[in-house]
Every structure is written in C-alpha cells, then in structure tokens.
C-alpha cells in the first residue's frame, strides 16, 4: 500500500477554499480538481523503496501485480478510472462525453477532441450541497419555457422546438444571424420580469459569459440538486454542466470532453451534436450497503464510515481517500482529510477502521 501525492487542476472555475480547506492549506488561486489516478494527464505520485515515480509507471513495471489479472484482461494494462475532488465555485462548460465506441473511432481518426480512446462515464458524489444542469428537457417543455421570455429573435428556437426537435432548437439558437451581445442582453431583460430559479440562474450565467447564447441552458436542461451523500451518474451522451459544489467524482481514466459553451475552451458545436443523446439523462445513485454501482464497469465508488473495522477483499486496484475525521487502512498507514493511499491488486485483504469517512475507488470484477 502506498501513500500518494496528487496534482490539482487549477481551472478557472475552481473553488479557492474547498479543496484546501480539506487537506489543510491555503490555496494561491482556485483550484478545481485534485486527481487520484494514472490518467497520463496527471497521474498520481508515489515512493518506493526510496524512489519517487508516477502511478502509470508503476502499473507499467509489472500490470497484473498492480492491478490483478481479471482488470487486465477486461481493461488492458491501465488503471480504468480516474477519482477526483470536484470543487466547482463558478459553472463549467455545457459539455458531453462519447461512448466506448465513439471514443475509439473519434481517436483513431485523429480528431482533436478525443486524446484517450476510451470513453467517460462519470458519477458525482456531493461532499456538500451540490447543483448541476444535466439532461435535456422534453422540447414541449423548454419551448413552453423559452417562449415566455417573449424575445423575438428566439421564435426559430421556439419554432424548433414545438415541431419536437430539442437538438435542432440548440443548434438553431448557437446559430442565430444576429449580435450574441445583443441576444444575451434581450434574454436577460425578459429573464429579469420572470421571478423564478432557472430564470434567475439565466442572469448569474450572463454576467460571466455576456456574448454566449447557452445562457438560455436552464430552460433547455433538466436542474438537479444533491445533498451530501447523495450520487448521480452520468453516462455517454449526457449534456451537462456542473454550476456549483463540492464532491467526489469518479469516472472512466479518459480526458474525451465535448464542449458547446460556457466556456472559454474550445468548443466543437457539430460533433457535440453528433454524440449528444437527446433522451439521455443522469441517473441516482443508490447506495448498496456502502457502494456506489453505475451501469459501468470502469468503476464502483465505497463510501466508508468504517468504525471498529470494514474487511476489503483482495485482487482488486483500488484507491482510498479519506474526507473526514482519521483513518486506518491496514496496520500502517493512517489517513485524515485529503490523505490518500494506493491499493495494488496484490496487497491482499485491507482492513479500514477508524472515525472517519474513506471514499474506495475499484473497478467493477465480477
């Protein structure tokens, strides 16, 4: 078992309080994502026998020891999931994520888009109340919603939309023959006459991003809203955009994002239509005894209050994290907040105790 060191993404919409309020530091500027894993992007550091090295060359020293011989035979010789700490204090982009087969092809063909082959199932998990956009609303529905607003220059939206065609209406809106500023501006003046959450949310989305027209995204995409414990998975096809939070995330080791807007990332309009399911929506999560199981099999995510002790099996990868209180995993290695540790496959039976609250990450092994 190996105590880790993890980077932190330092992306704009990061929180300046959340992750570092948790490992004890005091952060410099915002901080979005602290990542536990073996994504190339930014894998995970460890020391052995006096040698410092990257989870991905540690895995690549020696595959089945690390990671077991039913994960290498299922995913190939790489860690399949990517954990993270989540700490949105501003809104992400209004993206998606392809499928398996879709990442392979977009790779293979060299499209910019996709720098993993492999897709990006994702679940959240809230550490504190937790919102998001994510799934389309039924087009009778957001036409209802985007026609009150009365701003002519939305009637082809409108139009789109009551004709059934909720990814037609989107296209139609990024591709209004008129001034963004000015559209933005005309949303946000009827938004203001209308006292209600998703409208209010339209003028918030405005003053960050005045010249985008994907302000109009709480009329056209589903609210969800966590509570601490509370999980949601998103799966290929699914448009989402998280507006603020913290909490733990796990997801397929792949970095393939399509972006429409919000953003100041580069966004590809045609192929985030192309792979974005209108019907798709996020799904709850329930936990089973104390795991998280998606329909994925990168990964299952434990939330563990352990107490006197919790046994995990052998022969599995697996990567702990503690978020309250202190933990004991193992005889040896004790974990307080922000701590995490690597499991190997052949570490054998893991004994957790403690009061605390420990976050396991795993691939799904039947």
Same mark, same amino acid.
């Given at each position: 078992?190996?105590?880790?060191?993890?980077?932190?993404k330092?992306?704009?919409?990061?929180?300046r309080?959340?992750?570092?309020?948790?490992t004890g530091?005091t952060?410099?500027g915002p901080e979005?994502?602290?990542w536990f894993?073996a994504h190339p992007?930014g894998?995970?550091?460890?020391?052995?026998?006096?040698?410092e090295?990257?989870?991905v060359?540690?895995?690549?020293?020696?595959?089945?020891?690390e990671?077991?011989?039913?994960s290498?035979e299922?995913?190939?010789?790489?860690?399949?999931?990517?954990?993270?700490?989540? $700490?949105v204090?501003?809104?992400?982009?209004?993206?998606?994520?392809? =499928?398996? &087969? /879709?990442a @392979?092809e977009?790779?293979? !063909?060299g499209?910019r888009?996709y720098?993993d082959p492999w897709?990006?199932?994702?679940?959240?998990? $809230?550490?504190?109340?937790?919102s998001?956009l994510a799934?389309?609303? =039924?087009? &009778? /529905?957001? @036409?209802?919603?985007?026609? !009150?607003?009365?701003?002519?220059a939305?009637?082809?939206?409108?139009a789109r939309?009551?004709d059934?065609?909720?990814?037609?209406?989107l296209?139609?809106?990024?591709?209004?023959?008129c001034?963004?500023?000015d559209?933005?501006?005309?949303i946000v003046?009827?938004?203001?006459a209308?006292?209600?959450p998703?409208?209010?949310?339209?003028k918030?989305?405005?003053?960050l991003?005045?010249?985008?027209p994907?302000v109009?995204a709480?009329?056209?995409?589903?609210?969800?809203?966590?509570?601490?414990?509370?999980a949601?998975?998103l799966?290929?096809g699914?448009?989402?955009c998280?507006?603020?939070?913290?909490?733990?995330?796990i997801?397929g080791?792949?970095?393939?994002?399509?972006?429409a807007g919000?953003t100041?990332?580069?966004i590809?309009?045609?192929?985030?239509?192309?792979?974005?399911d209108?019907?798709?929506?996020?799904?709850?999560?329930?936990?089973?005894?104390?795991?998280?199981?998606p329909p994925?099999?990168e990964f299952?995510?434990?939330?563990?209050?352990?107490g006197?002790?919790?046994?995990l099996?052998?022969?599995?990868?697996?990567i702990?994290?503690c978020?309250?209180?202190?933990?004991r995993?193992?005889?040896?290695?004790?974990l307080?907040?922000?701590?995490s540790?690597?499991?190997?496959?052949?570490?054998?039976?893991v004994?957790?105790?403690?009061?605390?609250?420990v976050?396991?990450?795993?691939?799904?092994i039947?």
């Amino acid at each position: 078992m190996d105590l880790l060191t993890n980077p932190i993404k330092p992306y704009d919409w990061g929180s300046r309080t959340a992750i570092a309020g948790l490992t004890g530091r005091t952060a410099s500027g915002p901080e979005a994502e602290m990542w536990f894993g073996a994504h190339p992007s930014g894998p995970s550091r460890l020391t052995r026998d006096g040698t410092e090295m990257t989870l991905v060359e540690t895995i690549s020293a020696d595959p089945v020891s690390e990671l077991g011989r039913p994960s290498v035979e299922r995913f190939g010789e790489r860690l399949p999931y990517l954990l993270k700490l989540i $700490a949105v204090d501003r809104p992400l982009s209004v993206q998606v994520h392809p =499928t398996a &087969e /879709q990442a @392979a092809e977009g790779y293979a !063909r060299g499209d910019r888009n996709y720098s993993d082959p492999w897709p990006k199932p994702e679940l959240i998990c $809230a550490l504190t109340p937790f919102s998001a956009l994510a799934g389309l609303r =039924t087009p &009778e /529905q957001a @036409a209802m919603l985007v026609e !009150r607003l009365g701003v002519a220059a939305l009637k082809p939206v409108v139009a789109r939309l009551a004709d059934g065609d909720m990814l037609g209406g989107l296209r139609v809106l990024l591709d209004l023959p008129c001034s963004r500023a000015d559209l933005v501006q005309s949303i946000v003046w009827a938004a203001s006459a209308v006292h209600q959450p998703d409208y209010e949310l339209i003028k918030r989305l405005s003053r960050l991003f005045p010249e985008d027209p994907l302000v109009l995204a709480p009329l056209l995409m589903r609210r969800h809203e966590l509570e601490p414990g509370q999980a949601m998975y998103l799966g290929a096809g699914v448009l989402h955009c998280y507006l603020s939070g913290f909490g733990v995330e796990i997801m397929g080791s792949s970095d393939n994002v399509l972006r429409a807007g919000l953003t100041g990332k580069p966004i590809d309009v045609d192929e985030l239509l192309r792979i974005t399911d209108a019907s798709a929506v996020p799904l709850p999560v329930e936990p089973d005894d104390d795991a998280y199981v998606p329909p994925c099999p990168e990964f299952l995510l434990r939330r563990i209050t352990p107490g006197d002790g919790r046994t995990l099996p052998g022969s599995l990868p697996r990567i702990l994290l503690c978020t309250d209180g202190v933990v004991r995993a193992g005889d040896e290695v004790k974990l307080r907040p922000g701590d995490s540790a690597y499991v190997p496959a052949s570490e054998g039976p893991v004994t957790i105790s403690g009061e605390g609250t420990v976050f396991c990450a795993e691939p799904q092994i039947s």
